[in-house]
């Protein structure tokens, strides 16, 4: 069966099937680029066969922002993956958590309680001081700003590169641990 290939339906067509349906300008093909094409995106070549198509590089300004969405993925991921207090308490620190832990500060300032009962992610009670909470919702607070920071920082970079610097760009480096270390005592 003789393959045809129409450049202005971009399409293939044969005798058996289209009959004198065929576009005016279809011109016969090898069976063997219909194999190599079949089942793939076509375009039309210059000399009207057709030919793999094969999609334009991202722009770049589409590659900035392909670089910025996976900084801001990043800094989601940073932001709600939780901290290691230097006590060793691991402290969750999702939306949810973020959340439960503002709603705790402000109960504890609206009732005057001296502590405020959390269940651990583990399932155990545990009963957290007003200092002790103070402490965590800092921490977390400082965490996350520090994972916007880091994502603006990311952002402008990336709006500064050069273009022959864009491809070698790393947004996984530049962001705040996860491991609080203990506050530094000045001597006395």
């Known amino acids: 069966m003789q393959i045809f290939f129409s450049p202005s339906a971009s399409g293939f067509y044969c005798i058996e099937v289209h009959g004198d349906n065929m576009p005016a300008d279809a011109i016969a093909i090898s069976d063997e680029l219909?194999?190599?094409?079949?089942?793939?995106?076509?375009?039309?070549?210059?000399?009207?066969?057709?030919?793999?198509?094969?999609?334009?590089?991202p722009s770049?300004?589409?590659?900035?922002?392909?670089?910025?969405?996976?900084?801001?993925?990043?800094?989601?991921?940073?932001?709600?993956?939780?901290?290691?207090?230097?006590?060793g308490a691991r402290v969750g620190t999702d939306r949810d958590d973020q959340n439960s832990i503002a709603n705790a500060v402000a109960a504890i300032a609206l009732t005057g309680l001296e502590a405020i009962d959390f269940k651990a992610?583990?399932?155990?009670?545990?009963?957290?001081?007003?200092p002790e909470l103070q402490t965590i919702a800092?921490?977390?607070?400082?965490?996350?700003?520090?994972?916007?920071?880091?994502?603006?920082?990311?952002?402008e970079a990336i709006d500064a590169l050069a273009d022959e610097k864009i491809d070698g760009y790393d947004v996984a480096v530049g962001w705040p641990g996860t491991v609080l270390e203990p506050e530094a005592t000045p001597l006395a």
């Open 138 to 155: 800092a921490a977390v607070g400082r965490h996350k700003q520090a994972c916007f920071t880091a994502e603006r920082l990311h952002h």
């Open 34 to 57: 219909y194999r190599s094409l079949q089942g793939r995106q076509i375009a039309v070549g210059l000399d009207g066969l057709p030919e793999l198509y094969v999609a334009p590089p």
């Open 60 to 87: 770049l300004s589409e590659r900035r922002d392909t670089l910025k969405a996976a900084a801001t993925k990043k800094r989601f991921e940073v932001e709600t993956g939780g901290l290691t207090l230097p006590n």
């Open 121 to 130: 992610s583990g399932g155990a009670w545990v009963s957290i001081a007003v």
